[in-house]
């Protein structure tokens, strides 16, 4: 068994050949495999919308930071060999009756670049082995968490990896390509940090500032409602371009936001970072609303917080955290470590578990510098802000709490096995 650790920065690889001895009728079966760990990342000036439906070209280029792979996490395992009889697909390990039509569209699609590849020193083409991918989530799916974005990076890195052969964790024009075809975000999961994706062909990411730039900004995510969303980003943008005529008004504004954000960050100006992200978000949800008939993403809860964090700011004389929305109702939050415990503990007040549950057992552990009174049943050092927000008490509203930071970017074990069939499983 050989094993190597190489790495680009941004994306580790670990590669293990192992060769055995043949089965009972002399003969090998030959087995190549890749597992793979992305995370979502979360747009901070948002794409919507798009200038060529079938490539997936944004109408606008759009900013996000990626999550931590270690915390929110697509894990996917894709295994070839010709023993397969067809192309299978299992999703948090129940097999699924038909491959789905993008992800076949990325099978299609890497088959099709790789064509004339074939496996060094062997006498066939891997190109006509069947593969079977194994999905599996650590957090909600389709509530708007960005799980196409983590799902179909971690698809499209495993692809590229194993028919191109990209052992060293580079990021090729093919699998950028593959993750944009997939889901649209996807290709900003490819990298850690802060990453920006260009509307202008040939519509590629790149990473802006590595997660090493803004070390003690945290993400908090309140899942208020983990349940699928009403309509899908895919149809609800195409709705938006047909009908809003705010749509337009804000494709002209997102250039500058995006010059002032990368400043903001290259600054660590948290001020004026917090207030180009909340007004994106507000502006993005403004022309879903204006989209006939509206896109309404947000719900009571949603707008109740976005009203608690303006006065929770006002209260404390400056801006200690920032929210965006994505397509879905859960908001995500940005914070320095210094406030986080404060948050966390206006957090629990505004909005308390049932009674029969503690406020500790709705935070999912994360590998974060835990502040010690974080889970803490009481509520410290925050009367004086809370007496000056008007906002009402929504008790049993908030189903999870997930603490995370910036993600350094996939992580991808390659294994090239010669060995007796085994089926892969996460």
Avoid at 184 to 198: E, H, K, M, P, T
Avoid at 203 to 211: F, V
Wanted: hydrophobic share 30%.
């Amino acid at each position: 068994m050989l094993s190597t650790l190489v790495g680009n920065g941004d994306t580790n690889v670990t590669l293990t050949e192992t060769n055995t001895s043949p089965t009972k009728d002399n003969s090998i079966v030959q087995k190549r495999s890749v597992s793979c760990r992305t995370a979502p990342n979360i747009a901070l000036i948002k794409y919507w919308g798009k200038r060529n439906d079938e490539l997936i070209i944004p109408e606008n280029s759009s900013y996000s930071i990626t999550l931590s792979e270690d915390d929110l996490c697509t894990h996917t395992t894709i295994s070839m060999s010709p023993e397969y009889k067809c192309d299978t697909f299992y999703y948090e390990n129940v097999k699924q009756k038909e491959i789905p039509k993008r992800m076949q569209h990325l099978l299609d699609e890497i088959r099709r670049r790789t064509s004339k590849r074939k496996l060094d020193n062997d006498h066939f083409s891997y190109l006509n082995w069947s593969v079977e991918i194994h999905s599996h989530n650590t957090f909600p799916s389709s509530s708007g968490l960005a799980s196409s974005a983590s799902a179909y990076s971690s698809i499209a890195i495993g692809l590229s990896t194993l028919f191109e052969d990209t052992e060293d964790g580079t990021i090729t024009p093919t699998c950028s390509y593959l993750a944009r075809i997939g889901s649209g975000s996807a290709i900003r999961s490819l990298y850690g940090g802060f990453v920006q994706w260009y509307h202008k062909d040939p519509a590629l990411s790149e990473c802006m500032y590595p997660a090493e730039q803004w070390p003690e900004l945290r993400i908090v995510i309140l899942v208020f409602n983990s349940k699928t969303k009403p309509i899908s980003s895919t149809d609800a943008m195409k709705r938006t371009t047909q009908t809003s005529s705010l749509y337009k008004e804000r494709l002209k504004t997102i250039d500058e936001k995006i010059e002032q954000l990368n400043l903001a960050i290259k600054k660590r100006d948290f001020e004026n970072f917090s207030n180009i992200v909340m007004r994106d978000s507000n502006q993005f949800h403004a022309v879903c609303m204006d989209t006939y008939p509206p896109v309404m993403y947000l719900n009571d809860q949603s707008k109740h917080f976005i009203q608690l964090v303006h006065e929770y700011n006002n209260a404390s004389k400056i801006t200690k955290v920032a929210y965006t929305f994505d397509a879905g109702p859960n908001p995500f939050c940005f914070i320095l470590q210094q406030h986080l415990d404060e948050f966390l503990d206006l957090i629990k007040y505004f909005y308390p578990a049932q009674t029969q549950h503690r406020f500790h057992d709705q935070i999912k552990t994360m590998k974060l510098n835990r502040i010690p009174t974080m889970c803490a049943e009481t509520v410290n050092n925050i009367d004086n802000i809370i007496k000056n927000i008007k906002q009402p008490i929504q008790s049993g509203k908030l189903e999870q709490v997930i603490l995370t930071k910036i993600g350094t970017g996939p992580k991808i074990v390659v294994q090239k096995t010669d060995d007796t069939l085994a089926t892969s499983s996460l």
